[in-house]
Nanobody, 122 residues
Framework: QVQVAESGGGSVPAGGSLQLSCVAS????????MGWYRQVPGDKRDERDL??????????TYADTVKGRFAISQDKRKNTLYLQMNNLKTEDTAVYYC?????????????WGQGTQVTVSS
């Protein structure tokens, strides 16, 4: 089982910054795509939207809505994934999930954290 647990959510005014952290099992960083997703409570689509992910190669991908404002990084010595969020907007309000996805090998599958709430006020 791959463990994933995020933290760091909170409430900030628009234009502010937050950093989310995600501690995961060591194997996740060598065998999975590590990423951040978000979901707006009550959204009729009931889907989690991609925010950003980082491949085992180190290549990163960002949703267009966060490019230039958010930065994903990892510290493998600490088994931790980060999401630095700057210039936050009210539309960034959501529950943010850390996920280890497309894991291969013995721990094949996807693993999700419980989510952390980010609220951006106007």
């Amino acid at each position: 089982q791959v463990q994933v647990a995020e933290s760091g959510g909170g409430s900030v005014p628009a234009g502010g910054s937050l950093q989310l952290s995600c501690v995961a099992s060591e194997i996740a960083f060598s065998s999975c795509r590590m990423g951040w997703y978000r979901q707006v409570p009550g959204d009729k689509r009931d889907e989690r939207d991609l925010v950003s992910f980082i491949e085992t190669t180190g290549a990163t991908t960002y949703a267009d809505t966060v490019k230039g404002r958010f930065a994903i990084s990892q510290d493998k010595r600490k088994n931790t994934l980060y999401l630095q969020m700057n210039n936050l907007k009210t539309e960034d309000t959501a529950v943010y999930y850390c996920a280890a996805t497309e894991c291969y090998g013995y721990f094949y599958g996807d693993y999700w954290g419980q989510g952390t709430q980010v609220t951006v006020s106007s």
